[in-house]
């Protein structure tokens, strides 16, 4: 993703936490699993609020 779309970060610019980017994680974990139908690990590599230019995130089929 190249733009942070969390709704509850459009007044926080500033924050570089990735405590807020486990929500997109879950999601994606969620959605990963709905279309292998099987159990997928999910992993934030790099977040645009630290401060990248895109969010990455390691997906694996378990």
Not at 11 to 26: D, E, F, Q, R, V
Not at 52 to 57: A, E, S, T
Request: include cysteine; charge should be positive; aromatic fraction near 14%.
């Amino acid at each position: 993703m190249f733009s942070c779309e969390c709704p509850l970060l459009e007044k926080a610019k500033n924050l570089n936490s990735l405590t807020w980017c486990h929500c997109t994680a879950g999601y994606n974990k969620k959605l990963f699993e709905i279309v292998f139908e099987k159990p997928v690990y999910v992993e934030i590599v790099q977040s645009i609020r630290q401060g990248f230019d895109f969010f990455l995130l390691r997906i694996a089929v378990q």
